[in-house]
T-cell receptor, first 118, second 113 residues
Framework: DSGVTQTPKHLITATGQRVTLRCSPR?????VYWYQQSLDQGLQFLIQ???????AKGNILERFSAQQFPDLHSELNLSSLELGDSALYFC?????????????????FGSGTRLTVV | GESVGLHLPTLSVQEGDNSIINCAYS??????FIWYKQESGKGPQFIID?????DKRQGQRVTVLLNKTVKHLSLQIAATQPGDSAVYFC????????????FGRGTSLIVHP
């Protein structure tokens, strides 16, 4: 157990629908990152939050949005879903805005949510 | 644009052999590099990192080599074990500030007993 909790683990939904993915960061971590992993695109950074505020944006579609709540958990909202949105969605956390490596700036990834759009 | 890429999508080795996974990067501003391991059903897990002021860094059974001249890094796994079977990602970043690492697409390492 990495300490980062993602729910649900699996999600199957129809095109056009909206879903919410949830992430609880590792205890003490203030920064949360969302990534999308698909077979043809690898790990793509979507968005980062730090202590409740948006910190950085990557290749996140306008149909997608996220937020980080006062208790530091984060939610990724995906709307008007398309077949191409089927992917693994990972959340990672770090104590400080991270470089991805080790220590306080390092990432701890959750086990992901597998989204299937049919 | 800038990218991080992996040379081989799949690497098959025999148990006990040494494995070498390669990665090319193109962002000359990158000065911090990380290797991750992703096992089936899990998220990526940090293995080892290296800064650009080093050419080599060793961990437990793993070694990362960095060649800044040709913008290439490699991960060497000694005495590969079945438990090493996973997808391995390299990521590049810049130290300082709060840059977000860019991940490569991954190499699948298959270890045959």
């Amino acid at each position: 157990d990495s300490g980062v909790t993602q729910t649900p683990k699996h999600l199957i939904t129809a095109t056009g629908q909206r879903v919410t993915l949830r992430c609880s960061p590792r205890s003490g971590d203030l920064s949360v990152y969302w990534y999308q992993q698909s077979l043809d695109q690898g790990l793509q950074f979507l968005i980062q939050y730090y202590n409740g505020e948006e910190r950085a944006k990557g290749n996140i579609l306008e149909r997608f949005s996220a937020q980080q709540f006062p208790d530091l958990h984060s939610e990724l909202n995906l709307s008007s879903l398309e077949l191409g949105d089927s992917a693994l969605y990972f959340c990672a956390s770090s104590l400080r805005p991270g470089q991805g490596g080790a220590g306080n700036y390092g990432y701890t990834f959750g086990s992901g949510t597998r989204l299937t759009v049919v | 644009g800038e990218s991080v890429g992996l040379h081989l999508p799949t690497l098959s080795v025999q148990e006990g052999d040494n494995s070498i996974i390669n990665c090319a990067y193109s962002n000359s501003a990158s000065d911090y590099f990380i290797w991750y391991k992703q096992e089936s059903g899990k998220g990526p897990q940090f293995i080892i990192d290296i800064r650009s002021n080093m050419d080599k860094r060793q961990g437990q059974r793993v070694t990362v080599l960095l060649n800044k001249t040709v913008k290439h890094l490699s991960l060497q796994i000694a005495a590969t074990q079945p438990g090493d079977s996973a997808v391995y990602f390299c990521a590049e970043n810049r130290s300082g500030g709060s840059y977000i690492p860019t991940f490569g697409r991954g190499t699948s390492l298959i270890v045959h007993p």
